[in-house]
C-alpha cells in the first residue's frame, strides 16, 4: 500500500544456542521422523532443507544460505531486515511497513493487495502470503535459510526469486528444560526471550517460547512543535505453543499456535525532495549537510502502529517401509492498521526557512505555522485470512529420492487506504476499500536417481493455477470551499486532532444509493461523508456539509467565526482566503468514485533439471537449469467500473554451474565453493504511480488492451499501476569459503559479482512525474540498458569467530563485516532528459535515486560461565560504523520519500538454563 502514498555461514559449534543448542538440537531430532533425519555430521556442519529434505549444505546442488538462531543473536539482528547486509544477493526492505525482498535483483514493489512477493516466505513449511508482523517471530529459531533462485517445483507459488524459510525448534520428547534471556541496549532497547520445553509421559512433549521487545525510536523530533512522536518505536509481543505427539515410531503429530503483537510508531520514511531540490534560495542541499536523517520536522499526530498475526498449523508425518507420507495445514490472520502523518522534512541548514517560504518572506510566520499545523493523515489497514494445505508423499533414500504432492492456498483480504487532504486546495483525501480473494491450486513432483554412487540427476515439474478477483471502491475526494472561480480553497480543515476513518464500518458502497444510473453531488457528499466515523476535534469541513452540494452565501468561514466576509482584506490571517464576496461548496471534479470489479486467471508450467557428480567425497560439481513464474494480475478499474488493465505473468530461468569443494592446507580445514549464473528474466512487472491518463496511454500503446474511459472520468486520478515492462539479464559469478584455523579461530568469506539490466522493453512512461502537473517530463522514455534497482556490483561478506577455553568457562567472539557497492532504486538511475530526450545525471536533485557503497560492521563475544552452560552474559554491537543507507526508495512528483536501515544498536544479554 506504502506505492499508493507517495527479504551466511555459521558459527563455532561450541557457541551456546539461545535455550541451549543442545535442548533446542534434542527436541528437533525427537520432533522429526526418522527418515528425514541427515546422516551424522560433524560439529561444523551446516543444515539445509532447499531440497525439502535435511542435508548438509556442502551437498546440497545449488545455492542457498544458512543464518543459525544463535548468529541472529550474536549480531543483535532483530528481525529479517537486519539481514539485508549479512547474505550476498539479498535485499530486504521495510517500506512502510511492507516487508520487500529482492534477491540478486528479482523481487517486486508491488505491496499493494494486487501484489505478491516474489520471494516466498516460508515458517515452520507454512507459505505467509504476508509478512507483517513475522519479523517477531524470530526467536526460539533453530535457523534461518535462503535459497537462491526459482523455486516453482519445491516452494511452490511465486518464487521466481527464491524463497525463505524460518525454521523454528520444535519440542522435545523426554526433555524438561528452560531458558531465560534477558537484554538491554541503547535506544532504551529491552528484550526478553524464554523457552520452556515440557514432557508429558513418553509420547507427548509440549514446547513454550514468548518475546518481548521495545525500544525508543530511532527518529528525532529536532522541529518547533514538540510533544508529536517519531516513527521506529517498537513494542512488540509474540508466543507460541507447539505440541508433540508420537504414538508410534511411524506416526508423529506436531500442532503449533502463535501470536504476535506489534506496536509502536512504525514506519513513515522520510521525504528528501525538500532538501535535494530547488529551494527558495536557489541552493541545491547536499546529502552530505543532512547530518542524521532520521533528524525530521514533526508535524500533525503521533503515527500507530496496530499489528496483530496469530496462526494455528499442524503437521502430521506417517512412515511406512517404503515413503513418508506429509500433510501440512495452516489457518493465519495478519491484521496491519497504522496510522500517520508523514514528517515535514528531514532537518539541514536552511530547513526552518525553506518551510517559511524563503529567507524574507513577508508572511514567514504565518506560511510555517500553517505548514506545522498541517494534519494531512493516512491509515491504511490490511487484513489478510490465508488457508495453506499441502499433502506430500516423499522419499528420501537412493538410489530414488522423490517428493510428489498437492498444495492449495487461499487469502481473503481486507484492504483500505484512507488519507486526508488538510489545508490543499481542491483536495480532501483518497480512499480504497477494498475486498480481494485469491487461490492457488498446484501438484508438483520432484525426482532424484543415483545413476552411480557418484552421479545423480534431478528433475521436478509442477502445474499451478493461480486465480484472484477484487471488489470494492476507489475514490478521490475534492471537496474545496472558495468563490464561484474556487480562487480560494486553502481554508478546508480536515483530518485534525480526534480524526477517525470509517475504514471497515463504511455501509455505502456504491455511491449511486438511488440506482438511477447517475451519481448526484448529493449522492458525493453521503458517500463521503459515510467514510468519516468523526471528524477532528478542528474540522471545518463537517460544517461545510451542513450547507449541501449547492452554491451558497454564508458571512462566515465554516469553524473561523472570527473570519467575516468584510475582513479578508488581511490576507492569510483567515486561512489563505483571498477576498470575495461570496462562498461556493461544491466538488469540482466528478467521476472521482471508481467501483472495482477486476478478476485474473493464469495457468504456469515451472519445471527444474539438474545434473551433480562427486569427483571425490569432498569435492562436488553440478548444473542445473530452472523456471519459475510469478502470477500476472489486475489493476485498479480506470472510470467507475471500467475497465482494469491486466498484466501477464512473469518468468525467470536460470543456468547456474558450480562447485562444491573441502580440503586441508596443511592441518587447516578449508571449504571453497563458486558458481557462474545468469537469469533469463522474461515479462518483468514494474510498478509505479500513474495518472489515470497516463496508465490509459500506456495500456493501449503497449498493453494490449483498448481503453474507453467511462464520461465524466477523472484522468489527474493517481493510481497504482503495474505492468510488463521488459525482458532483462541478470549473470554474475559467486564464491563463498572458509578456514578452520588453529586456536579454534573460523574464518568464513562470500563474495558475489552481479550483472542486471533491461536487456528489451518498449518506452515507458517517467513516473517520476505527473502529466496533470508537469507533462513536458510525464511523457514515454526508453529503459533499455538500464540497471535493475537494488543491485549492487559488489557484495562481499567475511566472519571472523573465535572461541578460548578458560577453567572457569569459555570465552567467544564474532565480527562480522560487509561491503555493497553502489546501487540505484528506481529503473531511470538518477538520469533526467532534456526536451530532445537525451539523457544526463541528475541536476533536479528530488530525481536522485542514487545510494553509494557502504562497509557495515556487526560484533558479538559472550562468556559461558560454567561448563555445563547453563549461565552466559554476551555483548554485541550491531552496524558499528553506524552506517545508515536507503533501504528503498519511492520517487514521485512531490517525494523523494527514504527508508533507512538500522542504525547502530548496541547492548549486553544474560542467559540462564534451568
Not at 512543535?225 to 505453543?241: T, W, Y
Request: proline share 4%.
Amino acid at each position: 500500500m506504502s506505492k499508493r502514498l507517495a527479504a551466511l555461514g555459521t558459527v563455532s559449534a561450541t557457541a551456546l544456542a539461545f535455550s541451549t543448542s543442545a535442548i533446542a538440537q534434542d527436541a528437533a531430532s525427537d520432533a522429526q521422523p526418522e527418515a528425514s533425519q541427515p546422516e551424522a555430521l560433524d560439529d561444523n556442519t551446516i543444515i539445509v532443507t532447499a531440497d525439502r529434505r535435511e542435508q548438509s549444505l556442502q551437498d546440497f546442488a545449488g545455492t542457498a544460505f544458512v543464518v543459525t538462531g544463535e548468529e541472529l543473536l550474536q549480531r543483535g539482528v532483530q528481525d529479517f531486515t537486519d539481514l539485508q547486509d549479512e547474505i550476498p544477493g539479498l535485499s530486504v526492505a521495510n517500506n512502510g511497513g511492507n516487508v520487500e525482498v529482492f534477491i540478486r535483483g528479482i523481487g517486486s514493489s508491488n505491496n499493494t493487495e494486487l501484489g505478491d512477493p516474489a520471494a516466498s516466505f516460508h515458517f515452520d513449511g507454512v507459505n505467509i502470503p504476508r509478512p507483517s508482523g513475522i519479523g517477531s517471530a524470530f526467536y526460539d529459531i533453530e535457523r534461518v535459510e535462503v535459497n537462491v533462485g526459482p523455486q516453482g517445483t519445491l516452494r511452490g507459488r511465486n518464487a521466481t526469486a527464491g524463497s525463505v524459510n524460518a525454521i523454528s525448534f520444535k519440542p522435545g520428547l523426554g526433555i524438561w528444560d528452560a531458558g531465560l534471556e534477558a537484554e538491554y541496549g541503547n535506544y532504551n532497547q529491552r528484550s526478553l526471550r524464554g523457552a520452556l520445553n515440557i514432557p508429558i509421559g513418553e509420547n507427548v512433549a509440549v514446547r513454550f517460547a514468548g518475546l518481548y521487545l521495545a525500544h525508543d525510536s530511532y527518529y528525532n523530533n529536532v522541529g518547533p512543535v514538540q510533544g508529536i512522536g517519531v516513527a521506529e518505536e517498537v513494542e512488540n509481543f509474540s508466543g507460541r505453543a507447539q505440541i508433540l505427539f508420537k504414538p508410534t515410531d511411524r506416526l508423529t503429530v506436531v500442532v503449533a499456535g502463535d501470536y504476535i503483537s506489534e506496536g509502536g510508531t512504525g514506519y513513515t520514511g522520510t521525504n528528501y525532495a525538500l532538501p535535494l531540490g530547488e529551494i527558495a534560495d536557489g541552493n541545491l542541499q547536499s546529502l552530505d549537510q543532512i547530518n542524521d536523517p532520521r533528524d525530521v520536522i514533526a508535524r500533525g499526530i503521533t503515527p500507530d502502529l496496530n499489528t496483530d498475526h496469530w496462526g494455528i498449523r499442524s503437521t502430521i508425518t506417517y512412515e511406512t517401509d517404503d515413503m513418508t507420507i506429509e500433510y501440512i495445514g495452516s489457518y493465519r490472520d495478519a491484521v496491519y492498521d497504522y496510522e500517520a502523518t508523514t514528517p515535514l522534512s528531514p532537518n539541514f541548514p536552511g530547513v526552518i526557512d525553506a518551510l517559511s517560504g524563503g529567507a524574507g518572506n513577508p508572511n514567514a510566520d504565518i506560511i510555517l505555522q500553517e505548514s506545522l499545523d498541517n494534519f494531512s493523515r493516512f491509515r491504511i489497514i490490511s487484513d489478510s485470512r490465508s488457508q495453506f494445505h499441502e499433502l506430500r508423499l516423499f522419499n528420501t533414500e537412493g538410489p530414488w529420492i522423490w517428493s510428489v504432492g498437492a498444495q492449495y492456498i487461499n487469502e481473503k483480504q481486507f484492504s483500505f487506504l484512507g488519507s486526508t487532504g488538510d489545508r490543499t486546495p481542491f483536495f480532501s483525501g483518497i480512499e480504497f476499500n477494498t475486498n480481494t480473494d485469491s487461490e492457488a491450486w498446484a501438484v508438483y513432483g520432484d525426482m532424484t536417481y543415483s545413476v552411480t554412487d557418484r552421479f545423480r540427476l534431478t528433475g521436478g515439474a509442477r502445474v499451478t493455477k493461480d486465480k484472484k478477483e477484487r471488489n470494492g471502491v476507489a475514490a478521490r475526494y475534492a471537496i474545496a470551499l472558495g468563490d464561484g472561480n474556487f480562487n480560494c480553497c486553502l481554508g478546508v480543515r480536515v483530518g485534525t486532532e480526534g480524526f477517525e476513518f470509517a475504514a471497515r464500518d463504511r455501509t455505502i458502497i456504491n455511491p449511486d444509493t438511488d440506482a438511477d444510473g447517475t451519481i448526484s453531488d448529493q449522492e458525493v457528499f453521503d458517500f463521503y461523508a459515510n467514510g468519516i466515523a468523526q471528524f477532528g476535534d478542528r474540522d471545518n469541513l463537517d460544517e461545510i456539509l451542513n450547507f449541501g452540494p449547492f452554491p451558497g452565501f454564508f458571512g462566515t468561514v465554516p469553524g473561523r467565526p472570527d473570519c467575516l466576509d468584510t475582513n479578508f482584506g488581511d490576507g492569510l490571517t483567515c486561512n489563505g482566503f483571498e477576498p470575495s464576496g461570496q462562498f461556493t461548496f461544491g466538488v469540482p471534479f466528478q467521476g472521482q468514485i471508481f467501483q472495482q470489479d477486476g478478476n485474473y486467471e493464469d495457468e504456469f508450467f515451472d519445471w527444474r533439471l539438474r545434473g551433480e557428480y562427486d569427483i571425490t567425497d569432498d569435492h562436488l560439481v553440478y548444473a542445473l537449469v530452472s523456471n519459475g513464474h510469478k502470477s500476472g494480475g489486475f489493476n485498479d478499474n480506470l472510470g467507475d467500473l471500467g475497465v482494469a488493465p491486466t498484466y501477464e505473468t512473469e518468468s525467470v530461468v536460470l543456468y547456474e554451474l558450480g562447485s562444491k569443494n573441502e580440503f586441508y592446507i596443511g592441518d587447516v580445514r578449508a571449504r571453497l565453493n563458486g558458481s557462474i549464473f545468469y537469469n533469463d528474466y522474461s515479462d518483468q512487472v514494474f510498478t509505479s504511480l500513474l495518472s489515470v491518463a497516463q496508465a490509459v496511454q500506456f495500456t493501449n500503446t503497449f498493453g494490449g488492451q483498448t481503453i474507453t474511459l467511462p464520461d465524466n472520468t477523472s484522468q489527474a486520478l493517481i493510481v497504482s499501476f503495474s505492468f510488463n515492462a521488459a525482458d532483462s539479464e541478470i549473470y554474475g559469478a559467486q564464491i563463498d569459503g572458509g578456514f578452520d584455523l588453529p586456536a579454534n579461530i573460523s574464518l568464513d568469506f562470500s563474495a558475489l559479482y552481479l550483472e542486471a539490466q533491461i536487456k528489451k522493453a518498449e518506452d515507458i512512461q517517467d513516473f517520476r512525474f505527473q502529466a496533470d502537473v508537469d507533462a513536458a517530463n510525464a511523457v514515454f522514455r526508453s529503459i533499455e540498458g538500464r540497471r535493475l534497482p537494488r543491485t549492487p556490483k559488489w557484495q562481499l561478506n567475511a566472519k571472523l569467530s573465535q572461541v578460548f577455553e578458560l577453567p572457569t568457562g569459555q570465552l567467544d567472539y564474532v565480527i562480522s563485516a560487509g561491503y555493497r557497492s553502489s546501487q540505484f532504486h528506481t529503473i531511470f538511475n538518477s538520469l533526467e532528459f532534456d526536451a530532445n530526450g537525451n539523457a544526463s545525471t541528475v541536476t533536479d536533485g528530488r530525481l536522485l535515486d542514487k545510494i553509494d557503497g557502504y562497509f557495515t560492521m556487526d560484533i558479538g563475544a559472550g562468556y559461558t560461565i560454567d561448563d555445563a552452560g547453563k549461565y552466559r552474559i554476551e555483548a554485541y554491537a550491531n552496524n558499528v560504523t553506524n552506517s545508515v543507507n536507503e533501504a528503498a526508495i519511492i520517487i514521485t512528483q512531490f517525494d523523494n520519500t527514504r527508508f533507512f536501515t538500522r542504525p547502530r544498536t548496541y547492548g549486553v544479554r544474560v542467559r540462564a538454563r534451568f
